[in-house]
């Protein structure tokens, strides 16, 4: 509903449109969110693994820490060059 409050609020290209509260178009697709939502939870699942077994050459089945994606607080007003936002005060 917050999406498409913003997208009757703002001016915008028109590559989203809504057909009704869960079903919307970006282009020429056609998603639910639940699709999306599902289609991103799997991507993040695939995208770590690689991390861990290609990067840090960790198994798949090594218990890590998981990242608490909530606590990550983002300033976008920062102009400072080399800031990060895990410099931000926010960031836990």
Do not use: A
Not at 4 to 26: H, N, V
Not at 51 to 68: H, Q
Request: charged content about 15%; overall charge negative; aromatic content about 18%.
């Amino acid at each position: 509903m917050y999406g498409i409050k913003i997208s009757f609020s703002t001016i915008q290209p028109e590559y989203i449109g809504w057909i009704d509260p869960d079903r919307f178009l970006y282009k020429q697709l056609n998603f639910i969110t639940g699709e999306l939502r599902s289609w991103i939870y799997s991507l993040v699942y695939t995208i770590q693994n690689l991390l861990l077994s290609d990067f840090f050459l960790f198994s798949t089945t090594t218990d890590i820490s998981p990242i608490l994606w909530i606590s990550l607080t983002d300033n976008p007003s920062e102009k400072k060059t080399g800031w990060s936002f895990f410099q931000d005060s926010c960031t836990k």
